[in-house]
């Protein structure tokens, strides 16, 4: 199994609604990713999670909250979001994690799709 | 962090070899470069990457220069189906974790014509 599945694929939600996107990859991997990226534009980092330890935040408001409940899940939280949120929300995953070398690929699923009215 | 230039788009003939440019002159000794590419809608696709050496497998060949500021990835015989948006990325160890950053650049959008 070589996927990273995420869902939903689609998610329209209101400015007060409180919803999360889920992410799963059973490959064994040690690090979890998520990457927004707006239309036409390339995918901007997130968060890194590092055996199961959030290691990197890129200064993403609280609005979103990240969780990882254990090895092969990884959650968004989603909460009091704004218009401009809308984006393809991308998890990725890789084998390496802390004190691991970089050089593995990261495996991407195919986005959550959200649209904030 | 090291950032890398690409031309915005490019264009190749059904059948020829595809051959992408980037410049990452500000590379550091222990940063390898990566080539991830991304179809519509989908969910970026690795491709390849490298630290020194050029490389080889299935889907493509990577191209590093000696001085390692620049590098190509080459297509061998593109299809249409290869039309995509290729980014050429140096993975970043940032220091406050050794967990390596993946930063993506503006990419090169490249179109396979029949």
């Known amino acids: 199994d070589t996927e990273v599945t995420q869902t939903p694929k689609h998610l329209v939600m209101g400015m007060t609604n409180k919803k999360s996107l889920k992410c799963e990859q059973h490959?064994?991997?040690?690090?979890m990713y998520w990457y927004k990226q707006k239309a036409k534009k390339p995918p901007e980092l997130m968060f890194v999670y590092s055996y199961e330890k959030l290691s990197i935040n890129e200064s993403v408001p609280s609005r979103f909250s990240p969780e990882c409940p254990n090895s092969s899940l990884l959650n968004l939280h989603l909460h009091a979001l704004q218009p401009e949120d809308s984006a393809l929300y991308l998890c990725?995953?890789?084998?390496?994690?802390?004190?691991?070398?970089?050089?593995?690929?990261?495996?991407f699923g195919e986005g959550s799709r959200l649209t904030v009215l | 962090d090291a950032k890398t230039t690409q031309p915005p788009s490019m264009d190749c003939a059904e059948g020829r070899a595809a051959n992408l440019p980037c410049n990452h002159s500000?590379?550091?000794?222990?940063?390898?470069v990566y080539w991830y590419r991304q179809i519509h809608s989908q969910g970026p696709q690795y491709i390849i990457h490298g630290l020194k050496n050029n490389e080889t497998n299935e889907m493509a060949s990577l191209i590093i220069t000696e001085d390692r500021k620049s590098s190509t990835l080459i297509l061998p015989h593109a299809t249409l189906r290869d039309t995509a948006v290729y980014y050429c990325i140096v993975r970043v160890r940032p220091r406050s974790s050794n967990t390596g950053k993946l930063i993506f650049g503006q990419g090169t959008t490249l179109q396979v014509k029949p």
């Open positions: 990725a995953s890789s084998q390496e994690g802390l004190r691991d070398t970089p050089t593995g690929e990261l495996f």
């Open positions: 500000t590379i550091s000794g222990n940063e390898y």
């Open positions: 490959m064994g991997h040690r690090a």
